[in-house]
T-cell receptor
Framework: GAVVSQHPSRVICKSGTSVKIECRSL??????MFWYRQFPKKSLMLMAT?????????EQGVEKDKFLINHASLTLSTLTVTSAHPEDSSFYIC????????????FGPGTRLTVL | RKEVEQDPGPFNVPEGATVAFNCTYS??????FFWYRQDCRKEPKLLMS???SGNEDGRFTAQLNRASQYISLLIRDSKLSDSATYLC???????????FGAGTRLFVKA
């Protein structure tokens, strides 16, 4: 199988602080990782596609300066929510694909962010 | 029109029942299709891929109709553990992103 981990699983922070979420592929190399956000009872919304060694591709409406993505290696991508506000509270999920994204994606367990 | 549409449900069925979910997609260039399952407050997990000829995995059967741009999932002999949200996922090529349906909620009751 393919395992993707996320850290932390849950974070509570004060408004205005920055939060970094790590996504790791544990037993495979992932040239492409995806970051999603999910609000309660809503579908996953793709935020950005992260490619190792290059800039992330952001979806329309997602602020790249607000959600910083770094994909420094084939097994690690990070998402930093800068100057978090209560409206950023959500479930953030990453996924990774072995073959560039056109086949099965393996999801991390998610990070629940609560901004007070 | 949404790119991927699903009936949100919820579907409330007794144990042992057969239940079917439908999903329509708008982009005729879509190449890959999947059904994922998501439990409450958990990440999605792949249930099965959907192949052009249709495919079956135990109690689960997936069908694809490219002409109608329609995907279905049939669950036979429902179990309590089948209670979850089922997500229809559509992908393309050439930069076409992954699109998730909003999900169909299923509750299987004893």
């Amino acid at each position: 199988g393919a395992v993707v981990s996320q850290h932390p699983s849950r974070v509570i922070c004060k408004s205005g602080t920055s939060v970094k979420i790590e996504c790791r592929s544990l037993d495979f190399q992932a040239t492409t990782m995806f970051w999603y956000r999910q609000f309660p009872k809503k579908s996953l919304m793709l935020m950005a596609t992260s490619n190792e060694g290059s800039k992330a591709t952001y979806e329309q409406g997602v602020e790249k300066d607000k959600f910083l993505i770094n994909h420094a290696s084939l097994t690690l991508s990070t998402l930093t929510v800068t100057s978090a506000h209560p409206e950023d509270s959500s479930f953030y999920i990453c996924s990774a694909s072995k073959t560039g994204g056109y086949n099965e994606q393996f999801f991390g367990p998610g990070t629940r962010l609560t901004v007070l | 029109r949404k790119e991927v549409e699903q009936d949100p449900g919820p579907f409330n069925v007794p144990e042992g029942a057969t239940v079917a979910f439908n999903c329509t997609y708008s982009n005729s260039a879509s190449q890959s299709f999947f059904w994922y399952r998501q439990d409450c407050r958990k990440e999605p997990k792949l249930l099965m891929s959907v192949y052009s000829s249709g495919n079956e995995d135990g109690r689960f059967t997936a069908q694809l109709n490219r002409a109608s741009q329609y995907i279905s999932l049939l669950i036979r002999d429902s179990k309590l553990s089948d209670s979850a949200t089922y997500l229809c996922v559509v992908k393309g090529t050439g930069g076409f992103k992954t699109i998730f349906g909003a999900g169909t909620r299923l509750f299987v009751k004893a």
